[in-house]
């Protein structure tokens, strides 16, 4: 279990990078805005999602609509729904003590290094709650740095900084590739993507892209498991 | 907009987050039921993963959809995530830099 936990978090150092430079970039935007430490550390250690907590930071304003601002959070967030689901597997033999506790901790980053993983080693949920801490850690220290030493990084766009964490998904996103199927389904589940994110006013293009994708997926699988 | 607004906000934000997270696992094994639902989960990393870049890297403009295209290659020749990624990110900065066309 220790070997796992330390395995999970070592297999997120390289990702930590990303993580950490767009905690930077978020621990900036709320010096902008007002928004205490304290409150930007709440939201770092309850709600623990990078993209949700960059709306909600984003939609601040006065006088601020609460319930849109939550409900708008909680649909970008509607992903570790669908998350949560497929990681099962790891889960069979585990308590419901742990469950609850492990799961708070899921993150993009540390979720998609344990699925690519798993396909080619079998690993266990230690892994998975091991590079959730890192991640956890590392994204609180980020956020830190951008709150108080933001000034030193004056544009972190400069440095394609911000482009790290789209480059990680792109390799994380190839490594999961496996038959010609697949091609067709991811080629089909962006051009869905692209076109619903113009025609959706909110986040909810990220779940229905991936909803489709996904049932064409089993539409085409199916059919040749038939044949 | 006052302290209690951001701390109502982040208190309902971190509940229905939790209860996502919890509930797609706790309730997976009633999921089952349905048919194909293996299939479908085998496939949400990867639909899930492009919905939530791809449009991102459009925005990017050429240079992003160049850099990715560059990743991709370096992670299918080489199998290395932190080569590619770096690959991405540093072309991108020399591009932003004017160094690059």
Redesign the interface.
Known sequence: MKNELKNGFMANL??SI?VFTYGAVLGIICTSK???FL?LA??NI????GS?QFL?VDM?????N?SV??WS??LI????????????EF?TNTSLKK??FI??F?T?ES??VT??KNKKQGVSVFFLLGGGFCIFIVWFLGTLSGYYFGEFISNP?????D???????????????KTKN?LI??LI??I???LL?KLLANMS???????I???L??YL??RQNDE | ?S?I??????F???I???T??????????R?KKFK?ID????????????????????K?GLI?II??LI??L???KV?N??L??ST??????????GLLF
């Open positions: 390289p990702i990303s007002g928004i205490s409150q709440l939201m309850f709600i623990f999602a949700a909600i601040l304003s006065s006088p601020v609460i601002v939550v959070a909680l967030n509607l992903r570790y729904f669908l998350i949560g689901a497929s990681l099962n889960f469950r609850l799961m708070h899921v993009d979720w998609a699925m690519s766009k400069l440095y394609g900084l482009f790290a964490f789209l480059a990680l998904f792109t390799a994380i996103i190839t490594s999961m590739y697949d389904i991811y589940t962006a869905i993507a692209v994110e293009y990220i779940i229905f892209s991936a909803f994708g996904s049932f997926y089993v699988n199916k | 907009m302290n607004d951001i701390l109502t906000i982040i309902f934000v971190a229905g987050t939790y996502l997270r919890v509930s797609g696992l706790l309730l997976s094994n999921l194909n299939i479908f989960l085998d496939s949400i990393p990867a639909t899930l993963l492009i919905s939530l870049i791809v449009p991102s890297i459009i990017t992003g850099a990715s990743t991709i370096i992670m299918y199998k995530v932190l590619a990624m991405a990110v540093f072309i991108v900065a020399l591009y932003r830099n």
